[in-house]
């Protein structure tokens, strides 16, 4: 079984969220996609899998995304992808590929949904959040 996570480890919601798929027993395929960016196509792909808007997947947070003006409603989806393979750190993150979907796990406990194995023991986010009690019950 193969699970995929495009990862910034600088990222505390990455973080958790990598530390649950481990929480579950697996060990995934970890991408860090600002050293190795996903291509057009794998990145439309993961978009498509994802079913949300292209625009739900920017990152406005200490990206150019106010610099670029992506801010504007008027820009198209193909506009919006190619700022995204010019600049990677537009890509929202963490995006996690399973094989019972693929999601933007944000919050980080989005993961949860489509893990296909059960969490093996409590978990706590970096922030002290308690997210999975000690029986691998998800508590929010």
Do not use: W
Request: a negative charge.
């Amino acid at each position: 079984m193969t699970i995929m996570i495009y990862h910034n480890p600088a990222c505390g919601t990455s973080r958790n969220v990598l530390a649950l798929i481990r929480n579950a027993g697996i060990e995934p395929t970890t991408i860090e996609y600002l050293k190795t960016p996903p291509g057009r196509a794998e990145l439309v792909d993961l978009i498509a899998r994802m079913g949300v808007p292209v625009r739900s997947v920017l990152r406005e947070k200490g990206t150019p995304f106010h610099e670029l003006g992506l801010d504007n409603p008027a820009l198209s989806d193909d506009a919006l992808i190619d700022a995204m393979m010019a600049h990677p750190i537009l890509i929202n993150r963490p995006i996690v590929v399973t094989p019972l979907g693929a999601a933007l796990c944000r919050p980080s406990e989005t993961v949860l949904d489509i893990l296909p194995n059960p969490q093996r023991g409590a978990f706590v986010k970096e922030d002290g959040e308690k997210i999975v009690d000690e029986s691998g019950k998800r508590i929010i």
